[in-house]
């Protein structure tokens, strides 16, 4: 068992009883954000203990831990899903970001696990859903937003904070030896660490900090 991965898994533990905490006495929408976050950090925080005990596969000469991406399987729908509830978007936005949010990421593990002419083709879907979703998040989303005036403000930060996090993710994939090898002697743990923690510890944090608590 890594003792580092396992340090880290009980870090976001922590950072998910620290959500969930500040997360008490909400009402409404806010009360629906305050039950979901916490599974941000709860999710991440598993697949890196489930790393740590040794959960992966073999792509060839690399070992790919799948948690991650089976990670993202969730957390990125999860985003959408909170973002959706901010912008007070209808149910068939929230739907179709979710799922393609979801799909982005499989893909992406399928990109990883390949080699080759297969790997960039993989990848090339994975790029198009990514700008599917980016289309969502600017589009649909961002135009919920602007009907209901109190969402706007909320909606653009925590919509801009994640998107801008989201593009590191990619950059240190094609970096790493899960993508392409470009700067091998890439600190791959640490990288991620510090984009996880600031995605799904961070945006929770920013989000209640803009939602109110129950006054009654």
Known sequence: MDPTLVAVAAGFGAGAALVGWLGRGRAGRARTLAAVLPF????IGTWYLAMA?????RAGDRVVHWGRFADGILAIPLLVFVLSVLADADRETTATGMAIGGYSMAVTLVATLTTGAAKLAWLGVAVG???ALLWVLFGP???????????????DRARN???ALFLLYPVVWILGAPGFALAPDLP???????ID??????VPLFVLARTPRRTD
Do not use: M, N, Q, Y
């Not at 941000?40 to 999710?43: G, K, N, Q, R, T």
């Open 40 to 43: 941000l950090p709860v999710s």
């Open 53 to 57: 005990t040794g959960w992966a596969v």
């Open 129 to 131: 859903a990514f700008c």
């Open 141 to 155: 989303l961002s135009r919920a937003a602007r009907d209901s005036a109190d969402a706007a403000p909320a909606f």
């Open 161 to 163: 904070a994640v998107v």
């Open 188 to 194: 791959l743990l640490p990288a991620r660490v510090a």
């Open 197 to 202: 923690a600031a995605l799904k510890i961070g």
